[in-house]
Nanobody, 124 residues
Framework: QVQLVESGGGLVQAGGSLRLSCAAS????????MGWFRQAPGKEREFLAT????????YYADSVKGRFTISRDNAKKTVTLQMNSLKPEDTAVYYC?????????????????WGQGTQVTVSS
């Protein structure tokens, strides 16, 4: 079992940066790949990035590749999403998630544990 809590969201101007953090509880955190998703009003939840349990492999959605960076610190049980060059279309609620399978995945259905989300608003 993994409990997840996101933080770091807020209001930022277009072109700015934000760093989201996800704090995990539970002894098995280092056994799980982790992912970040977002959901804008009226839209489906969108995959953004995933990172392997050891942090050595990452994968990004095309929409954020080159702008967002996922990383993790297993000692601190945290996963972060550094977001640069933000655009108004990045406005959404951002979620971190973990799959029971423990492996990297890109579909929300493959994730079993979710945080409550943190709001990111990018003004033009």
């Amino acid at each position: 079992q993994v409990q997840l809590v996101e933080s770091g969201g807020g209001l930022v101007q277009a072109g700015g940066s934000l760093r989201l953090s996800c704090a995990a509880s539970g002894r098995a955190f280092s056994n799980y790949a982790m992912g970040w998703f977002r959901q804008a009003p009226g839209k489906e939840r969108e995959f953004l990035a995933t990172i392997s349990w050891g942090g050595g492999r990452v994968y990004y959605a095309d929409s954020v590749k080159g702008r967002f960076t996922i990383s993790r610190d297993n000692a601190k049980k945290t996963v972060t999403l550094q977001m640069n060059s933000l655009k108004p279309e990045d406005t959404a609620v951002y979620y971190c998630a973990a799959p029971k399978s423990g492996v990297m995945a890109t579909k929300s259905q493959e994730y079993d544990y979710w945080g409550q989300g943190t709001q990111v608003t990018v003004s033009s």
